[in-house]
């Protein structure tokens, strides 16, 4: 098989998501979603009713950083998994925990590549709160503590107060479902990528067929 790199598989990567998903309609897919503030990247996100981060690993590409990556996407995504031809399978798979699924880059009968899933992603069974938290902005955080009755006293408080107080009184599993309901809801990203994480300003809603670039990187839905 010829030697891959990342914009051929993302190239590959980003239809077969869409058809991975399309019983929901209204999946937005990211790439190069920041996590922990920009310190990692996933390759692409998908979000729908739950979120999945796709990590890309070309012929190109090592895996010094998989380990990292690995914890990474294992405390924010609902769902994770790797993208990689044969070069870096078998190395990868002693990396990636069990919950993680599988897609391989293959050539087709007639030549191209092409993709298929060889192992199905699971449910990450140990996300970290504070960590889907801190996806949130400071507006976002405090409409959710509001509409739970969970504001006194913190909203004065810095994005960390707020982080750890979500973290310690809202179930992962609803915490994860207001940040994905949150991401898909900004609006002109372009200007959001200006603002601090403390502003309140509100934004307009994106249009469905809207592709542009984004604090996480490319959107498109």
């Known amino acids: 098989m010829q030697a891959t790199n990342d914009a051929q598989i993302r190239g590959l990567l980003l239809p077969f998501i869409h058809q991975e998903h399309n019983d929901s309609s209204d999946t937005l897919v990211i790439e190069e979603f920041s996590i922990y503030g920009g310190a990692n990247r996933a390759d692409v996100a998908a979000l729908n009713g739950i979120s999945h981060g796709y990590e890309i690993k070309s012929d190109r590409d090592t895996l010094e950083r998989l380990p990292q990556q690995v914890s990474a996407y ?25 919950w993680w699924g599988i897609v391989e880059v293959v050539s087709s009968p007639d030549g191209p590549l092409i993709l298929e899933r060889i ?7 140990k996300p970290h709160p504070e960590s889907i938290a ?48 949150a991401l898909r809801a900004r609006g002109d990203w372009r200007s959001a990528a200006r603002l601090r994480r403390c502003d309140d300003t509100s934004q307009q809603i994106s249009s469905p067929l809207n592709f542009r670039r984004t604090p996480y990187g490319n959107i498109c839905r």
């Open 74 to 98: 294992g405390a924010i995504f609902e769902k994770a998994t790797l993208v990689s031809g044969d070069r870096h399978l078998k190395a990868a798979r002693k990396i990636i925990p069990r």
């Open 119 to 125: 192992r199905e992603s699971k449910p990450n069974p």
């Open 134 to 181: 801190a996806l949130l902005w400071r507006s976002e955080a405090l409409e959710l503590l509001t509409r739970l009755g969970l504001d006194n006293g913190v909203r004065s408080k810095s994005m960390e107060h707020l982080t750890a107080r979500l973290a310690l009184e809202v179930p992962v599993d609803r915490l994860s479902t207001y940040a994905r309901e």
